[in-house]
């Protein structure tokens, strides 16, 4: 599953199934939000075979991704970087992507290690929802089921660090 968009959402409280939709608001998926106190999640295919996981490492801001069978894909790790957002995601034998999105941008770009531009993504909610994304996958090499799981870590890294700026604020 490549070469498509598809349209998906968090849960308020970061738990339950929501669904994902292509272009044609057709059912194409489903995320299964595995609790409200971690961020773990199942995505699923339309079938609602389980595809792959993602979940955040002990103590640590990692991103795993494993397949159905457990095994691992690869490892989203967030970059410091001023004046924009730089994730990394290390598959473990597709190479090394890099995630980036401008300052104050709500539009992430995926590009492989030679810079060909696979995918990208935008946020595209208000102020006050959960994140909903839009997905636009033209990769040969990351499955788009794949890329949910990757876009999920980026909205949970990003939480994780404004849950973390506004607790150590006065």
């Given amino acids: 599953m490549s070469k498509l968009e598809l349209y998906f959402k968090d849960n308020f409280f970061n738990a339950g199934y929501t669904e994902i939709m292509n272009a044609k ?3 194409a998926g489903s995320l299964d939000l595995k609790s409200a106190f971690g961020s773990s999640l199942n ?3 339309a079938e609602g075979t389980l595809m792959c996981s993602g979940s955040f490492r ?4 990692k991103w795993d991704i494993k397949a159905a069978d457990g095994s691992l894909l690869g490892v ?3 970059r410091l970087s001023f004046f924009s957002k730089k994730f990394e995601y290390e598959t473990e ?8 999105s401008p300052a104050f941008s709500k539009e992430y770009s995926i590009t492989d ?12 909610n208000g102020w ?13 090499n990351l499955n788009s ?21 506004h607790a150590s604020m006065p």
């Fill in 58 to 61: 002990i103590l640590s801001n």
């Fill in 145 to 165: 089921y794949e890329l949910v799981a990757v876009v999920m870590g980026v909205h949970g890294t990003n939480k994780r660090e404004s849950n973390s700026h």
């Fill in 93 to 100: 034998d597709r190479g090394i992507y890099e995630i980036f």
């Fill in 128 to 140: 006050f929802e959960s994140g909903a994304f839009c997905l636009r996958n033209e990769s040969e």
């Fill in 43 to 45: 995505v699923n295919n």
């Fill in 25 to 27: 608001q057709e059912h």
């Fill in 113 to 124: 290690e030679y810079g060909t531009a696979v995918a990208q993504f935008d946020k595209i």
């Fill in 76 to 78: 989203l790790r967030h």
